[in-house]
């Protein structure tokens, strides 16, 4: 089965998270995720509301969880830090 990874993100340092965004979007590629859904327009209904939504699409979760781990998005990751008040997970699909 397939797994989204799902971001809800709030930049406060755009430059440090440019970086981040360049590192992490190897690092997914790596790992076979491709994105679907990156910042675009959004309805927030109900919840704490982010500006930023990113969604990538994954093999499976064990692959998702693996690229997150990763060295190469640890490196990216180590950029958000800071830069950034946000939530990740990791959705099984039934596709």
Not at 26 to 42: D, L, T, V, Y
Not at 45 to 61: M, S, T
Request: charged share 30%; proline share 2%; with cysteine.
């Amino acid at each position: 089965m397939g797994a989204l990874w799902i971001a809800h993100v709030t930049v406060t340092d755009e430059e440090a998270y440019k970086k981040y965004a360049a590192g992490a979007t190897e690092a997914i590629a790596a790992h076979g995720g491709k994105f679907i859904a990156r910042g675009g327009r959004f309805v927030q209904l109900e919840g704490k509301e982010r500006p930023r939504n990113v969604v990538a699409r994954f093999p499976d979760v064990e692959t998702a969880e693996k690229c997150y781990h990763s060295d190469a998005y640890q490196a990216a990751l180590s950029h958000a830090r800071g830069a950034s008040e946000r939530e990740l997970m990791i959705v099984e699909t039934e596709e």
